[in-house]
Structure formats: C-alpha cells, structure tokens
C-alpha cells in the first residue's frame, strides 16, 4: 500500500512538482493458510465479502479443495482464475486474460485480488493488478522456495514481451504477504534445488551465518524440503526456519532501501551478470537456479583470482553448489557468451558492470574495472577447476522441463508432480495429475502439486 505525499511550487518558467511515496506492506509466517483455524487471511476479505483469486492449474489441482471449504467456512464468495504460468506463458496475453477475469469479476478499487503461487504467477498477475485502474491492491501466497524466499521480498512485476525477460512491467507492492513453507511438502526436489540457488546467492554476499547453516545441512534440506517433509529431523526443521526467516529478512534490508532500484549497485544482483544468456542459449534453457550457480560460481573464481575471496573461502563455495546438485558451468558458456552477456548488462547498468562478488564470504563489493581479457583467462581457469568437482561442474536435473515453460504433454513432469504429491498425502494413490485431480485438466507448471517457479532478476 502506498500514501503520496507532494507539494507543487512556482518557477520562473513554470512549476516544479516534488513527491515523496510512502510503501509499506506486511509478511506473515503463517502455517496452513489455508487452514480454517487461520482466520488471517480470511480477514482480509471479510469486508468486501468475496475474493477473486488468480492461481495456477496445478496448485489448484492440489489445493482447490481446501482453498474452496476455507473460504466458504468465513462465508466468502469465491471466483478462481486458473492459469498456465511459465516462461513460455508469461506474456502479455496470459496478462489480459487475468484483466478480463477481473473486470468481469467487477472488482472494486482498492479490493485486493488474491494470488497465489510461485514467482512467475505473482510475477504476471501483480502485473495486472498494478496496470488494472493503475493501481489495484493484491495479497501475496507464494508456494515455491524461489517464490517465498526471492520473489516474494520484491515489489517488481512483470511479463515478458518478444524475446526479453521481464521487458514490460511495474514497481507494485502488495498489501499482505503470506509465507507458508508447508506448500513445500508438493514442491519436486529440482525445483527446491532451483530455489536453494538464491539462498546461497544472499548468504554468500550478506548473511554468513545462514550460509553456514546451508553449508552444514544442503543434502538433508534439499531432500526434506526444508523440513516440512514427514520424518523430517528436528534439527534440520530449526536450521530451515532460521534459514528462510533470516534469509528473508536479509533480503527485505538490502531490497526496501531500494524499491525502485535507483541505485544499481546491488547486492542481490550476484549472479545476475551473465545468468540471462545460460537461460536463452541452450537448446534446452537452463534452470534459473542453475543458471544463477554457474554465474556465482564465475564469479567467485573472478573474485578469487583478484585476491578477493581465499582460495579456501572459493573452494568451499563452489562444493556446497555441487553437494545441492547445482551446476557450476556450462558447454556454451564460452568467450562469446562472455562478451555478449557483458555487453547487454552494461546497458542495464548505466555502462557499468556492478559485478556484486563476495568478499569475504558473508559480505560484499563490486567489480567495475574488469577488463575482456581478464574475464577471458578468469572463465578459462574456472572451466579448468570446474572439470574437478562431480559431473564436471554440471548440475543435476538442471534443465527446464514442463515445470518452468508451461507446456502440457511431459508424461516424465506429470509423473513426478504425481510422485511429490502422493509423497506428502497430498493426492490419494487412486488419482493422477495428468488426469486432472478435482475433474480438472491443464498444463503443468512447476509444484508437483503446487505450482512451479523461476525467479528473476
């Protein structure tokens, strides 16, 4: 929610107009949101007496159920706009069909729709929202580890438009967010490793404690979906609490003071150099988690040939990508990739490259003065230490699938949503997501229940 404050005042030649934007907006930990003893949620809505809710097909599949007793335990009126969100669909037209929805919806100024999903839906239909009217208010529930931990913390919403990420979109915070880790029971193991890539980006630069707490528990957090899988050990559940509440609240102190992203120095921005190109130039695209690990992983040799991070500080690093499966390089990540990537984030960053490194593990600085042949030998070198870890620095299940693009016929994809789900008691063995659970049929997107995700930058 915001609150404009301006005054207007007399030039010689006109007048000058001076605003200032006061934002604000909450996060709650809540568990079962969808819960009917959790009326927090629901109190949102009691005065407006309905919700419209914009969701994906198959967080609908998993949750609709629930999400319909909730509502209808508070007395709630509830429309549901279902969509297919991925890359692939993260575009303008799936932007007009949620407009459509909610003009037919009849939705009333300052009415909050409600999202829920992962970072792509909330991605799409914040967008909406911020463009319907200029300016209508939205409640947050991401699903995903990318969604609650990344997406969630920023106020940027966007589709995508020709070839170009996130070209079209808007600065637009919600009135409410609400963190439920428990979606995570649903999520596919590669998408939690996709997620975990952004937890080591903010921990390496900004938060060595939490890195510690990955480096000490990254298989069993990994495995469990941090902790909220059955079984799941205590001790793992606490690290995974402190981990996400600290690893978010990092976030919000580096991100708040720059909403807009005025300033372009960025510590969140580690990783964000050339990680665009691994997503557009495979045949295949990469992961977003993976893709990020490879350019963290670059840069950290960077930073380790300038004298900046020890070669023990490195080596740790670039072993704690490899033990959660992350990849570390890549075949096509070669000069030319390098000098293309270069060239198109020096444009996003006002002829600067703002290459965030960490220095030492925990904290920050930036890079400015690298020059092509220094990159050149600094990506030869790191090709040469990636070639001794497991795989050869590549990651596991690292490439997008249904999952993240959106489309509808990958037996494999549906089978792992089915295996997830039924995994957490979530989907009875007798049903199928390729079937369509609750008589429902659509496209795969992300959750092996719940939807699916990748953030950006």
Not at 307 to 323: A, I, T
Not at 350 to 377: H, I, M, Y
Not at 410 to 437: M, W
Request: aromatic share 8%.
């Amino acid at each position: 929610m915001s609150d404009l404050k301006a005054n207007v005042q007399e030039t010689k030649n006109g007048f000058h107009v001076e605003g200032y934007e006061k934002i604000e907006y909450d996060f709650a930990f809540v568990d079962g949101v969808f819960d009917v003893a959790n009326s927090n949620l629901a109190d949102c809505y009691k005065s407006w007496g309905r919700v419209l809710a914009v969701t994906d097909k198959n967080v609908f599949r998993l949750y609709g159920a629930k999400i319909e007793k909730y509502f209808k335990h508070y007395n709630l009126e509830l429309k549901v706009h279902q969509t297919s969100i991925g890359e692939k669909a993260k575009t303008i037209e799936t932007f007009l069909e949620i407009a459509d929805s909610m003009t037919e919806f009849g939705i009333i100024r300052k009415e909050p729709v409600l999202v829920v999903g992962g970072g792509l839906v909330t991605d799409v239909a914040g967008f909406a929202c911020a463009a319907y009217r200029r300016n209508t208010n939205f409640i947050r529930v991401p699903t995903t580890v990318i969604g609650l931990i990344d997406a969630s913390v920023s106020i940027k919403v966007a589709v995508n438009y020709g070839r170009y990420k996130n070209r079209l979109g808007a600065y637009h915070a919600p009135l409410h967010t609400f963190l439920d880790f428990t979606f995570l029971r649903t999520l596919p193991v590669a998408q939690v490793r996709n997620g975990f890539a952004e937890l080591i980006k903010i921990s390496s630069c900004s938060h060595l404690q939490v890195f510690d707490l990955l480096d000490k528990f990254c298989e069993q957090l990994i495995d469990s979906r941090f902790g909220r899988a059955d079984g799941s050990s205590t001790d793992v559940r606490k690290a995974a609490d402190t981990i996400n509440r600290e690893g978010i609240y990092e976030m919000l102190k580096l991100e708040t003071p720059n909403l807009h992203e005025i300033g372009l120095d960025r510590v969140i921005a580690y990783g964000h150099t050339w990680s665009p190109m691994h997503e557009l130039i495979p045949e295949t695209p990469l992961r977003h988690g993976h893709a990020i690990s490879i350019d963290m992983a670059y840069s950290a040799t960077l930073a380790k040939e300038r004298g900046l991070l020890s070669d023990q500080e490195h080596r740790r690093l670039l072993n704690l990508f490899s033990r959660a499966g992350l990849s570390i390089d890549h075949p096509q990540f070669d000069d030319d990739v390098l000098d293309k990537g270069t060239a198109a984030i020096l444009k996003t960053r006002d002829g600067l490259l703002r290459l965030a490194v960490p220095s030492p593990l925990g904290s920050c600085t930036f890079l400015n003065d690298l020059s092509p042949q220094e990159l050149k030998d600094a990506l030869k070198r790191h090709k040469e230490i990636a070639k001794t870890y497991p795989r050869e620095g590549a990651g596991i299940e690292a490439y997008v699938d249904s999952s993240d693009t959106g489309y509808t016929d990958l037996e494999t994809e549906n089978l792992s949503v089915e295996n997830a789900a039924k995994e957490a008691g979530v989907l009875p063995a007798s049903d199928t997501i390729a079937n369509g659970v609750y008589g429902m049929k659509g496209r795969i997107n992300g959750h092996s229940g719940p939807n699916g995700i990748k953030a950006q930058a």
